[in-house]
Every structure is written in structure tokens, then in C-alpha cells.
């Protein structure tokens, strides 16, 4: 009944574990400097002109990186819908939260500039910046939650049922790791200014880059101490079936401190990606006191690699761990698609993956070099 | 286990961004047609008035694409929040094709619409040209995809019921894709698309033409979005019977609930053209009908029969019995993988399953149901008929409304009298709310006229909520409806605002008395 499939099943979920991680970096360094642009918006620009400088560096380009979002969002319900129906009713209102500041971004850079009267112009700055300041923290407090373990269990028709609410979401780790995000995201957003503009927009950014980036090795190592100091990871116990039929109820796990350390115990290469973390943003302090603009946004882009790559290489095989019935921790090897779909879903990938970066990267040679008022007074369709 | 105010409100906040979101892409898809046309006419003649317009087009369709971007991330991610056991349930086959959309159409619509309007004068003429169609396509296969989805709900082929991961999973890709219904959705709906985006510019000019405002531009626009509404609304209806003629194959009880018809009619049955009908007495209280039509339209011939509301509730209680069957199977199958007999039971009666289910909703131990719980589930597959079938009628009326509208309004340009026949261009501004009113109601139809399933006849509507709370909805929903309100006043307001101000100046002066018919002005010497 099933058609051939050339990749074994255990092999395809560690594919689309990898490509998981792959969209989720991509939207951290797309739609990142996006949000950290947005997030720096009252602090770099003073006035009517400079703002609608810092808006335009990322005015023609935002739209298309908002896609990695969608785009993660999308992979996630088809490759791992466990992880889909579980996480997004899981943590509801904290997505009503990350909705509402979507919701005001697009509107935001387009309406802005519609009307010249400045409160509603002063509306919509403040309406981008949230749009900016309250995704960079919420992914991050997300990604906290999920270290610690979500409260949540399956009923007999493996229907979610879920036991916490949205103040619990905001415990001290879970904020910690918000503002990990919040600091590596405004760092990129930083070196992106200073590429795409000049004089005192540029010499701003480069200064709270830098304090960004300071932010982001200091929280990023207090993070790490905290695990260390007896933070309650997860493991798993019982034999995993890594080739079996996706159900999360056919495994045991337990909670135990330490855990989430143990993967860099076993596979010391995996400390590439902490160090990349810390690393990046050094290099990052480095180029801003040089003023190497090109130099910074790569080097923060490497920071968000390595802290991205930290957190799942943590709790690898786990994805969402539940701390009411840690048996019900979904995990790579029982929370994925179907052997037929993972497969499918990976030739569309391979097909149109690299369409789409050809045509990105094409965007962005069209689009190069700094904004200035000049040119955006010659454009009539500038934000 | 169901709490029905949970599914209820779920259901409000899914309708109310679906409905919200489809206020803005239909003009999204038609005008995006629209401005790669006039743009094509630009590159072809050289003629700056041409670019002029697709810029001043372009600009209303950048305020309504935000709004169609800031709603649509919404609706993907409430399958997940609204619906998790949906997204568990048929995640593995549904997620693909949304999957699928964001890689091959969003994708591609987004990172162009920036170029689009960036992209002016860093672009030769035709590399901005060809920005401008990949935006186009790039809308219509996101149409694509979707529909591939939601056609997939209304007929859920390729996909079989796992006992081992308690889900559907994919059987046959090609089936999903190719699905016929899924095939007419999309076409019919982006027609719709195009109906709309022409008739928005139909009465944005002829409101210009009433005011003698930017005449050169408001003529050629007409002329452009005249041809193209003509093409689109003969294509809506067409395409739009044949979704119908689909429809009786699969969703029978759709079609019964469109048409009002209680009890099956003998072959060929007549078509009630206005009736009035009384759900609770389950006959209409009053019916006006045409002989033989509804047999033509539903079944391509004479004699075939399409059965009626009461007859199909019938069919649905022995559906029930053997999704009872299945449902007590399944349970046998998962406590004891070597329960051969069991195994072949479920086998056997799987595709009723869903049906089964349905009983939940009286009573949760459903292999202890009454005959009284059937019958009661058996109605609950009724969907709301007078709805269904003022809806149904509202949506056609409008498709002829347009397809005259169009012909006349074809016809007055190509004698180039666009100017003269006021009554027309009064015609054509308030006809402005029309395509809307069609589209949603056209939305209604195919969405109310599927319940009370959310997958047809594989999983009911109030199974496949998520457990949230009734706060958690109440905070949700209000909070949507106060932001999506705000959102929609200030776009109207800037819409106007646009409108208002016009197109931009001409940078050079235009000839006067040139032709408006595209074919027309490409015919005339070249001015640059």
C-alpha cells in the first residue's frame, strides 16, 4: 500500500529533526534583524526623518522573511503534528500575545506613512516596536518553558490535555531565556542598521549593539549555570522503538537534574554549539568597536546559530517534554508524521528550498546598499 | 468531555478570522492579475500612463495585502491553538499542503511584493514586469494549496486511519492533490477572486468618471478590468456548477441542504427556486420549482435520483452502527495487537468511523448507544437548511448579476462610451459591496454546509476542538474582534484616503482622446 520510500524511517525523522532546527534558525536570522530593527526603533531614531530611515532598511525585505515563520509553523503541523497541536494550544494565550504583535507589523509598516499627521504616525512607531520587542521575548520564554517541561498529558484518543496557564508560563528561567532572544535579536538587528545606514542612525546602533551584545554572552552563561546548578532536564528510560509508529505513550521518561547536560557528556563535539554562541557575540563586540558593519551582522548571525543549536541539541531526542507525565514527552522518534509524508514533505523541500534562496539572495543584491532620506523622498512607495 | 461552549466559541473565532481573512484576499488574487495586465500594457507600449496606473492600483493593493499577511498567519496558527485534536488527527495529511504553500507560493508572493514596490527603479522595465507576475502567481498557487487543503476536508481521499498512532495518514499524495473537488474549489474561488479585484476597479473608476477626475486613467482602467471581469465571472459560474456537480458525489447532504429537499424526488427532480424551509417540521413551508432542473445540474442526466434530507439522515444511522462497530474494534485492536478478528472487523468498517464518533456528543461509552442517541446523531448531520439555501441563493443570484453587469459594462467600452452612459458608472459604484457579499456567503455554503463535521464524515466539528477553557475564548475572541474592527475602519479610511488623492501626477504630459481598449493603445505610436 505504500509506495517506496528509499530512506528508512528513523533516518527521515532525523532529517526533519535537522530541518526543524534549519527554519527555526533561519527565521532567527531572517525575520531576527526584522524584529531587532523593530525592538531599536525609539532608541536609534529621533525624529520623523530618522525613523523612516530605520523603517525602510527593512521595509522591502520583511514581508519575505516573515515566510520563514509561516513556514516553520507549516513544517511543524506536517512533519511533527504532535508537536503542532500540542505546543500552540499548550501555550494559547501566550500566542494570542505573539499574534496580536504579528498582526500589528504588517499593518504597521504600511500604513504608517499612509498619513502625515504626527500621533498617528507616532501610533504606529510604537505599534512596530511591540510588533518587535514582544516576539524577540515570547520565543525565547517559549523556548524556556519547553527546558523546563510543559504540563501536559494525553487522554485514551491521544486528545491533549493540558494543565497550566498563562502565568505560569512566566517563570524566572522561562524570562531569562526570553531575554536571551530579546538580546541576541537586538544585537542582529544592530548590525543590520549599521550595514543598511549612516551617521548618527549608525553610530546609535552601533552603540546598543554592543551593549546587546555584552547582554547576550552574560544571560546566555547565566543560563548555562542555572542548568548545571541542578536544573531538572529530562531523560529517556525506556527502549525507544526510533522506527516505530509516531505514539509518545509507547516509552518512559523521567525528570532528573542535570539531564540536559548529559548529550554533551556523551558527544563532547556538541560544545561547538555553546561556544558558537558565545563566540559570535565576542566577535560582534569586536566588529562594533572597528565599525565593521558586514563583519557584525555575520558574527551575530553565529550567535543565533549557536544558542539555537544549544537549546535542541539540550534536550535531543526530546522536543516537548511534559512535566505532568514525562512518559508523554513527545521526542523525535514518536511525535513525527508518517514515514510516506516526512518523505514527501522532504523532496518538496529539496525541490523548492533552494528556488527560494536563489531568489532571496537576488532580492537582496537588487536591494543593496545604504538608505538614505534622499532616496526616500524619490520613492513614492517607501514606508 | 465536550464542552460545547469551548466548540461553540472556537467555531465563532475560526468563522470570524476566515471571514475576516476572505475580505482581503479575493482583491489580493484579482488585483494582483490586474496589475501584471496593465503593467504588460506599460512594457509593451512604452506608455507612461500605464505605468502610472499600475503604480496607483498597486498602492491600494499594498494596504489591502497587509491586512490579508496580518490575518492569514492567524488562521494557520489556529488549527493548532483552536483545534489540536484536528491538527493531531489529519496533521499528517493537511499540514503538507500548508506546508507546501509557504514554500512554493507565500513564499515567492511575499519576497516579490517588496520588490514590487522597491523595486521601480532598480529593475529594467521587464525585470520589474516579471516581479510583478510572480507576485500574481505567486498569490494564485498560495489559492492552490489552500484549496488542495480545504478540499481535502470536503472529500477526504488517499488517507487511511492508523489503530497504532490513532490518526489519518497519508495513503496516495497524488490523490490529495489531484482530488476533483479540491481542482473545482480552486478555480471556482480565484474567479471569484477576479470578479472581485475587476469590479473594486470598475467602481473606483466610474466614481472617477462621475467626478471628471483622472479620466485618461479611469477609462483604460475600466476597459482592462471590464474584459477580465467578463472572463472571470463566465468562469465563476461555470466553475462553480461544476463544484456543485462535484458536490452531489460526495457531500450529498450538502447539496439536499442548498436545495431545501426534504425527501428524495423521482428522477429528474425539480429545482425549488424560492422556498421557505421549516427545519423543525422538515418540509418547506412554501416552494416554487422548476421541473428537471436540479436532476440536469446535480447529475449530468435524467434519471438519476438525488436523494433527499430525511433519506440521507436514514443512510447516516447505518453509518453510525457500523462506526459503533469500528469504534469498539479499535478498542479491542489497541489493547491486543493479535486480536485478528477484531482487527478485521475494523478494517471492514473504518470509513464509518467518523460517524460513530458523532455519538460522543450524547454519550461518551458510545458502544452502550440507544437507538434513541443514533437517531439523535443521525440528525445532528443535518446542517442548517434555511441558511444553506438563501446562502446558496444569494451567492448564484450574485454570479449572473455579474456576468450582465460585465457584458454591458464590455460592451460600452469597446464603443468607447464609457464616458457617456452615466447611468452605468452609477451601476458600477454600488456595485462595489457585491463580490464580498458573494464570497462570503459562497464561504458559508461550503463551510456551515459541512457540518457538523470538520473532516467530512471522518471527524465531527465539536471532537476535534482543543481543551481550553471558556475564558481562554472569551479573552481570545474579544480580543480579535476589537483588533480586526479597529483594522478594518482604519483600512477603509485609507483606502479612501488613497482613492481620494488619486493617482500621481504625470511626470511628462499625456496625449490626449487615445484609445482605452489595451489592444487599442498598443495599436498607437509609440510616444517615448
Known amino acids: 500500500m505504500i509506495p517506496f520510500v528509499p530512506l528508512d524511517y528513523e533516518t527521515l525523522r532525523l532529517i526533519w529533526w535537522l530541518l526543524l532546527g534549519v527554519l527555526l534558525i533561519a527565521f532567527a536570522i531572517m525575520d531576527g534583524f526584522d524584529l531587532g530593527v523593530a525592538a531599536l526603533l525609539p532608541f536609534v531614531a529621533r525624529n520623523d526623518d530618522e525613523r523612516r530611515i530605520v523603517i525602510n532598511t527593512i521595509g522591502p525585505v520583511w514581508e519575505g522573511n516573515q515566510v520563514w515563520l509561516i513556514l516553520g509553523g507549516g513544517a511543524i503541523f506536517a512533519a511533527w503534528p504532535a508537536l503542532y497541536a500540542t505546543s500552540f494550544s499548550g501555550f494559547y494565550l501566550a500566542m494570542m500575545v505573539i499574534l496580536i504583535a504579528i498582526i500589528l507589523r504588517p499593518v504597521g509598516f504600511k500604513y504608517r506613512s499612509k498619513l502625515t499627521e504626527p500621533r498617528w504616525r507616532a501610533f504606529w512607531d510604537w505599534g512596530l516596536f511591540v510588533g518587535g520587542f514582544i516576539p524577540a521575548l515570547i520565543f525565547g520564554v517559549a523556548v524556556g518553558n519547553v527546558l523546563r517541561g510543559v504540563p501536559f498529558r494525553f487522554d485514551d484518543a491521544m486528545r491533549v490535555v493540558y494543565e497550566g496557564n498563562f502565568f505560569g508560563l512566566l517563570m524566572p528561567f522561562a524570562l531569562l531565556s526570553g531575554l536571551v532572544s530579546l538580546a541576541m535579536l537586538v544585537a542582529h538587528g544592530a548590525s543590520m542598521l549599521m550595514m543598511k545606514t549612516s551617521g548618527a542612525i549608525y553610530e546609535r546602533a552601533r552603540v546598543y549593539g554592543s551593549y546587546a551584545a555584552l547582554a547576550t554572552i552574560v544571560l546566555f552563561a547565566l543560563a548555562g549555570i542555572w542548568i548545571a546548578l541542578g536544573f531538572k532536564g529530562y531523560a529517556v528510560t525506556g527502549i525507544q522503538d526510533t522506527g516505530g509508529p509516531s505514539n509518545p505513550l509507547g516509552k518512559t521518561a523521567v525528570a532528573e537534574a542535570g539531564a540536559w547536560l548529559a548529550n554533551y557528556g556523551r558527544h563532547p563535539w556538541m560544545m561547538v554549539a555553546p561556544l558558537a554562541g558565545f563566540l559570535g557575540s565576542a566577535l560582534a563586540l569586536f566588529a562594533y568597536q572597528r565599525r565593521l558593519a558586514g563583519f557584525a551582522f555575520v558574527s551575530t548571525a553565529l550567535a543565533i546559530f549557536g544558542i539555537i543549536s544549544t537549546a535542541g541539541l539540550s534536550i535531543f531526542p526530546f522536543l516537548l517534554p511534559s512535566s505532568l507525565d514525562p512518559n508523554a514527552s513527545l521526542t523525535v522518534w514518536d511525535a513525527s508524521s508518517s514515514h510516506l509524508t516526512l518523505w514527501i514533505m522532504l523532496l518538496a523541500t529539496l525541490v523548492f528550498l533552494p528556488i527560494v534562496l536563489a531568489y532571496t539572495a537576488f532580492v537582496y543584491r537588487v536591494m543593496r546598499g545604504k538608505v538614505t532620506s534622499d532616496e526616500l523622498g524619490k520613492n513614492p512607495n517607501a514606508y | ?528
Do not use: C
Not at chain 2, 272 to 295: M, R
Open chain 2, 1 to 528: 468531555m465536550f464542552d460545547i461552549d469551548v466548540v461553540t466559541l472556537s467555531r465563532l473565532q475560526f468563522a470570524a478570522t476566515a471571514m475576516y481573512h476572505f475580505l482581503f484576499v479575493p482583491l489580493t488574487l484579482g488585483l494582483s492579475f490586474l496589475l501584471a495586465i496593465m503593467e504588460s500594457v506599460y512594457v509593451m507600449t512604452g506608455r507612461e500612463i500605464w505605468r502610472r496606473m499600475t503604480m496607483f492600483w498597486g498602492t491600494l493593493f499594498g494596504i489591502n495585502f497587509a491586512m490579508g499577511v496580518a490575518t492569514g498567519v492567524v488562521m494557520e496558527f489556529q488549527f493548532g491553538m483552536n483545534w489540536s485534536y484536528y491538527s493531531h488527527y489529519v496533521g499528517d495529511i493537511f499540514g503538507a499542503p500548508l506546508a507546501i504553500e509557504g514554500l512554493m507560493a507565500f513564499f515567492l508572493e511575499a519576497t516579490f511584493i517588496g520588490m514590487f514596490f522597491f523595486g521601480w527603479d532598480r529593475l529594467s522595465k521587464v525585470g520589474h514586469l516579471i516581479v510583478t507576475w510572480l507576485v500574481a502567481f505567486g498569490a494564485n498557487f498560495s489559492a492552490l494549496w489552500i484549496l488542495i487543503a480545504n478540499g481535502w476536508m470536503q472529500n477526504p481521499v488517499g488517507a487511511i486511519f492508523n489503530p497504532d498512532t490513532m490518526r489519518m495518514e497519508i495513503a496516495d499524495f497524488a490523490a490529495v492533490i489531484f482530488n476533483p473537488v479540491a481542482q473545482a474549489k480552486f478555480v471556482h474561488t480565484v474567479s471569484a477572486g477576479y470578479v472581485t479585484g475587476a469590479i473594486f476597479v470598475m467602481a473606483v473608476s466610474a466614481w472617477y468618471l462621475l467626478k471628471g477626475r483622472h479620466i485618461e486613467i479611469a477609462k483604460r482602467s475600466m476597459a482592462v478590468a471590464a474584459s477580465f471581469g467578463l472572463a472571470a465571472s463566465l468562469s465563476v459560474v461555470v466553475l462553480g456548477d461544476e463544484s456543485g456537480y462535484l458536490a452531489t458525489e460526495n457531500q450529498k447532504m450538502k447539496v439536499a441542504a442548498m436545495e431545501a429537499m426534504w425527501h428524495t424526488e423521482p428522477a429528474p427532480a425539480a429545482i425549488n427556486l424560492i422556498a421557505f424551509p421549516d427545519s423543525a417540521k422538515q418540509e418547506n413551508s412554501f416552494a416554487i420549482s422548476i421541473p428537471y432542473v436540479l436532476g440536469i445540474i446535480g447529475t449530468r442526466s435524467l434519471t438519476q435520483e438525488l436523494p433527499g434530507i430525511v433519506n440521507l439522515v436514514e443512510d447516516a444511522k447505518v453509518r453510525i452502527r457500523n462506526g459503533i462497530a469500528a469504534y469498539v474494534a479499535l478498542q479491542k485492536v489497541r489493547s491486543d495487537k493479535t486480536d485478528t478478528e477484531a482487527r478485521a472487523t475494523f478494517d471492514k468498517s473504518w470509513r464509518d468511523l467518523g460517524y460513530g464518533l458523532l455519538v460522543k456528543l450524547y454519550r461518551p461509552d458510545i458502544e452502550n448507544a440507544t437507538e434513541a442517541d443514533i437517531a439523535k446523531a443521525a440528525e445532528l448531520t443535518i446542517p442548517d437548511v434555511p441558511l444553506m439555501f438563501w446562502a446558496f441563493r444569494v451567492m448564484v443570484g450574485l454570479g449572473f448579476y455579474f456576468i450582465g453587469f460585465f457584458a454591458v459594462a464590455f460592451w460600452v467600452a469597446s464603443r468607447h462610451k464609457l464616458g457617456e452612459k452615466r447611468w452605468m458608472l452609477w451601476v458600477a459604484v454600488f456595485s462595489i459591496p457585491l463580490p464580498w457579499v458573494a464570497v462570503e456567503v459562497g464561504w458559508l455554503v461550503a463551510e456551515a454546509g459541512r457540518q457538523p463535521w470538520s473532516i467530512e464524515g471522518v471527524l465531527p466539528t465539536f471532537y476535534a476542538a482543543s481543551g481550553l477553557t471558556v475564558a481562554d475564548l472569551v479573552i481570545s475572541l474579544g480580543i480579535f474582534l476589537l483588533i480586526y474592527s479597529s483594522l478594518a475602519v482604519v483600512e477603509i479610511y485609507l483606502m479612501l484616503h488613497a482613492i481620494r488623492k488619486g493617482p500621481a501626477a504625470p511626470e511628462r504630459p499625456e496625449p490626449q482622446g487615445a484609445g482605452v481598449l489595451p489592444a487599442a493603445v498598443a495599436a498607437e505610436p509609440q510616444i517615448k
